[in-house]
């Protein structure tokens, strides 16, 4: 007898099949057990009739608890009014075990308790169905960059600098030095496009945020990009071409799991190039329509970022943010030195900043000031100074948080649920 996965028992209609999993849940008529089997796949509803098998395999189905482990056997059939379009005809059912009475059930818990049984929340249809698309983004980003010769290339997670800042750092004891958990790739990629051209990494990095807010995970995953000559506009052009590739590839592979999660399809169908780019000036412009004072040179928070993005249908650039709030690698426009040739790219429904990224110092010796500015240890950055003694250029890059996008693609009110285990202000467990 065939063993066969759920998401395949539709090339075994009419065949008797054995299919290993865990008892998702059960409703009983007295003469039939209805059992929602699931296998990490998908699920099935298994029928098993009192008349029609054995007394101990009715007793089993009938001893049957929420997530009790079991090996079912049965006939497939086709069935339009069942959720997967199959249904199963038990004939035989061996228990592996009864499980305990199970924490998490069908009613509403608090998300604070969810949290703290993240190791079994994972099994349901709702957070199955943010893993199966974050899965789908990940694909769609290896194969977006493999398709225009990108070279993977893997950056450190334990380095001895600051990439995005010294406020957010995680410091670690190396032998008798110390290190600290990435926050970015980028120094290294920036290393790596002048050896490869366009090279991407994609690995965690590491914020120790002080913030407790929606948007904010300690450590997230992030797929960064860098191409040696490509300026602040190929580098927007890019963006909005990979942004688009995903969504595409998540709409067509994801249906089932965007209706789980009842996310309005039609707002990703909107999303196309070109996307909107508009400059900081510009948002502050936009803001001020809508009665938010910010003074020029202050950084755009969560609240503004929503604002913004409101005014479009589609994820839109905001470029040319102040030198001064921006990293200390960031280009400054030779027109207007007191803005950076930088940019974020703002998802649609308040989602906020999904990508940062800009052109890069290629002088070394403005890159040196900016080191000093910013007050960096200068021996810990000789070799990102060497990069631009050596045949510099310009280049370009940006990096995609992960779990942003996923949240964004997902339609989730909260960061935590777009990565299995989320790491936040309050939270290392499980
Ligand atoms: O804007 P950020 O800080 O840019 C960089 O790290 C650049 N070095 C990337 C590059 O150019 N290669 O972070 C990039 C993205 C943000 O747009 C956001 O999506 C995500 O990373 N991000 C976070 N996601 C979750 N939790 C946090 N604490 C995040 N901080 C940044
Ligand atoms: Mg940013």
């Not at 089997?37 to 029609?52: A, H, L, N, P, Y």
């Not at 090996?71 to 305990?100: C, F, N, P, W």
């Not at 921006?326 to 790219?345: I, N, T």
Request: hydrophobic content about 40%; charged content about 30%.
């Amino acid at each position: 007898m065939a063993r066969v996965y759920l998401n395949k028992v539709g090339e075994h209609v009419n065949e008797e099949v054995e299919i290993r999993g865990w008892l998702y849940n059960k409703r009983s008529s007295g003469k039939i057990q209805f059992l929602i089997i699931r296998d990490g796949t998908d699920m099935i509803q298994g029928v098993v009739v009192k008349s029609e098998v054995k007394p101990q395999v009715f007793e089993a189905a009938k001893s049957l608890t929420q997530e009790s482990s079991l090996i079912v056997k049965g006939v497939v059939r086709a069935d339009e009014r069942s959720m997967s379009g199959y249904e199963l005809t038990v004939t035989d059912i061996e228990v592996l075990q009864i499980a305990e009475e199970y924490p998490i059930t069908p009613k509403e818990h608090g998300v604070e308790y969810l949290m703290d049984r993240r190791h079994l929340w994972l099994r349901s249809q709702k957070q199955h169905a943010v893993m199966i698309v974050r899965n789908e983004v990940i694909k769609a980003s290896r194969e977006f960059f493999d398709q225009r010769d990108f070279v993977l290339i893997d950056a450190p997670i334990l380095t001895p600098s600051a990439c995005e800042g010294t406020s957010t750092l995680f410091e670690t004891d190396y032998f008798d030095d110390k290190a600290y958990l990435s926050q970015s790739g980028q120094l290294y990629m920036e290393a790596a496009a002048m050896a490869f051209g366009k090279v991407y990494c994609f690995g965690p990095t590491f914020r120790a945020e002080k913030s407790k807010t929606r948007r904010h995970l300690m450590e997230f995953w992030m797929i960064e990009p860098e191409v040696a000559f490509n300026d602040i506009d190929d580098n927007m052009e890019l963006q909005e071409e990979y942004v688009c590739y995903i969504i595409q590839r998540v709409l067509k592979h994801c249906r089932k799991e965007l209706e789980i999660l009842e996310r309005d399809i039609s707002k990703l169908e909107a999303i196309k190039t070109p996307f909107p780019r508009i400059s900081y000036d510009e948002a502050l412009d936009i803001l001020k329509e809508n009665d938010v004072e910010i003074s020029w040179g202050e950084d755009l928070g969560g609240g503004d970022e929503t604002i913004i993005a409101s005014k479009f249908d589609r994820p839109v650039f905001v470029h040319r943010y102040p030198t001064e709030i921006k990293a200390f690698y960031m280009k400054p426009d030779p027109q207007r030195p007191e803005v950076v040739l930088g940019s974020d790219l703002l998802a649609p429904e308040g989602y906020g900043e999904i990508i940062g990224g800009g052109e890069r110092i290629s002088d070394p010796e403005l890159l040196m000031q900016r080191i000093k500015e910013h007050k960096l240890p200068e021996e810990a950055y000789a070799w990102y100074i060497d990069l631009r003694k050596y045949g510099t250029v310009p280049h370009s890059g940006f990096g995609m948080g992960l779990e942003r996008a996923v949240a964004w693609i997902c339609g989730l009110p909260h960061l935590r649920e777009s990565i299995p285990f989320a790491r936040l202000i309050n939270r290392i467990y499980p």
